[in-house]
């Protein structure tokens, strides 16, 4: 069966200090992987995606992520955090369902950034 | 600018009650999800459509319901609300049946159930 596992629950780093966020698949095939952002009191904002192609993937608001099929994970990165960045964090896959495709979400990953 | 729209941000619902969370999108989309937002347990699908008056159960069905009489419009109904319905419930829509499109969530409705 498909899932996403995301190991950390809560990170905390110094502002302007460095961020991976991990991200962890199961998926017999070759995935459809997401970033998701959730501000407080939010929807979900897409950070980026990766269905093919270059491994390393660049999104909005200074985040990469890349895909390494040998490990299964599609790790979230940002050189330089900012305060603003504090805010949940969600892994996905995508996986076909009854006439679609569904997302399978992660647990999710709460950053926090300290001044 | 894209637009999806739940009509409440929040709502205490008495045990038994039948409750109704209304969620539109401006975008034309053909598929639209609804998802229960839990601490430590992410985002778990509980129903989907593909198109009009088609409905799919997703992960989690069980308690809901759901209706989706126009293209805009997707309503999920908890039948009888319970005290383990309390949580956040987001409405997403995506353009088609592709992956490589994106999803838009709306803000949310946090669910009490006294």
């Known amino acids: 069966a498909q899932s996403v596992t995301q190991p950390d629950i809560h990170i905390t780093v110094s502002e302007g200090a460095s961020l991976e966020l991990r991200c962890n698949y199961s998926y017999g095939a070759t995935p459809y992987l997401f970033w998701y952002v959730q501000s407080p009191g939010q929807g979900l904002q897409l950070l980026l995606k990766?269905?093919?192609?270059?491994?390393l993937v660049q999104g909005i608001k200074g985040f990469e992520a890349e895909f390494k099929r040998s490990q299964s994970s599609f790790n979230l990165r940002k050189p330089s955090v900012h305060w603003s960045d504090a805010a949940e964090y969600f892994c996905?896959?995508?996986?076909?369902?009854?006439?679609?495709?569904?997302?399978?979400f992660g647990t999710g990953t709460r950053l926090k950034v300290l001044a | 600018d894209v637009k999806v729209t739940q009509s409440s941000r929040y709502l205490v619902k008495r045990t038994g009650e039948k409750v109704f969370l209304e969620c539109v999108q401006d975008m034309d989309h053909e598929n639209m999800f609804w998802y229960r937002q839990d601490p430590g347990l992410g985002l778990r699908l509980i129903y989907f459509s593909y198109d009009v008056k088609m409905k799919e159960k997703g992960d989690i069905p069980e308690g809901y319901s759901v209706s989706r009489e126009k293209k805009e419009r997707f309503s999920l109904i908890l039948e009888s609300a319970s005290t383990n319905q309390t949580s956040m419930y987001l409405c997403?829509?995506?353009?088609?049946?592709?992956?490589?499109?994106?999803?838009?969530f709306g803000q949310g409705t946090r669910l009490t159930v006294v």
């Open positions: 996905a896959v995508g996986a076909p369902t009854s006439g679609t495709y569904k997302y399978i």
């Open positions: 990766y269905f093919s192609g270059d491994t």
């Open positions: 997403a829509s995506r353009l088609g049946d592709r992956l490589n499109t994106e999803a838009f």
